[in-house]
């Protein structure tokens, strides 16, 4: 079983900087994806960014257009811990960010494991 835990959300103004923490624990953690999704009221969830390892400390990473270029995904593996730091934020950027583990892609259903969310809200 894996357990996921994010923290760092908050109000943050338009341009502002924020970063939102993931804890993960469990057996086999460091084996999984991870990714970030967001619900905004009345809308769809919708992908963020995801990340995986691969032989050593080659990575790879996964950005929604939206986000491309103003966020950027990391891991920390000795920590278990996938940070998402967030720049140049929009108003359009608030919703509740949901930290998950699966496996490497965009589609909900990629991952098996969710966390409760952080709500992030940008003030115009």
């Known amino acids: 079983q894996v357990q996921l835990v994010e923290s760092g959300g908050g109000l943050v103004q338009a341009g502002g900087s924020l970063r939102v923490s993931c804890a993960a624990s469990g057996r086999g953690i460091s084996n999984y994806a991870m990714g970030w999704f967001r619900q905004a009221p009345g809308k769809e969830r919708e992908f963020v960014a995801t990340i995986r390892w691969s032989r050593g400390s080659v990575y790879y990473a996964d950005y929604a257009d939206s986000v491309k270029g103003r966020f950027t995904i990391s891991r920390d593996n000795a920590k278990n811990t996938v940070y998402l730091q967030m720049n140049t934020l929009k108003p359009d950027d608030t919703a509740v960010y949901y930290c998950?583990?699966?496996?490497?892609?965009?589609?909900?259903?990629?991952?098996?494991?969710w966390g409760q969310g952080t709500q992030v809200t940008v003030s115009s």
């Open positions: 998950a583990a699966g496996s490497y892609g965009r589609r909900g259903r990629d991952y098996e494991y």
